[in-house]
Nanobody
Framework: VQLQASGGGLVQPGGSLRLSCDAS????????IGWFRQAPGKEREGVSS????????IYPDSVKGRFTISRDNAKNTVYLQMNYLKPEDTAVYFC?????????????????WGQGTQVTVSS
């Protein structure tokens, strides 16, 4: 199983980015997907998760209303649309999945992780 996160970069505060997570070796249709981030000197935190059916999405308060997770099962890809970015969103962003269907931000559920993509929000 391989997950490839992409779409990171440098953006000004208030700007937007869309991250993509392409999967191989696993059919994402059946499993939940999560996005996590880790800033320097901080613990990794969950920023979004979507259930296998796309019927349930969850976000922490820190990103709620600004981030949107979605999936395209035909492309075996999951996206994270990030709007109104703030400097505190600066981190390496990872996508992850595992053999479960319900959305969760508990990283202990996730068996497969991508390599991460850097997001830097700065003027």
């Amino acid at each position: 199983v391989q997950l490839q996160a992409s779409g990171g970069g440098l953006v000004q505060p208030g700007g937007s980015l869309r991250l993509s997570c392409d999967a191989s070796g696993i059919t994402l249709d059946y499993y939940a997907i999560g996005w996590f981030r880790q800033a320097p000197g901080k613990e990794r935190e969950g920023v979004s998760s979507i259930s296998s059916s796309s019927g349930k999405t969850i976000y922490p308060d820190s990103v709620k209303g600004r981030f949107t997770i979605s999936r395209d099962n035909a492309k075996n890809t999951v996206y994270l649309q990030m709007n109104y970015l703030k400097p505190e969103d600066t981190a390496v962003y990872f996508c992850a999945t595992g053999h479960f269907a319900d959305a969760t931000l508990d990283e202990t559920f996730y068996a497969y992780w991508g390599q991460g993509t850097q997001v830097t929000v700065s003027s």
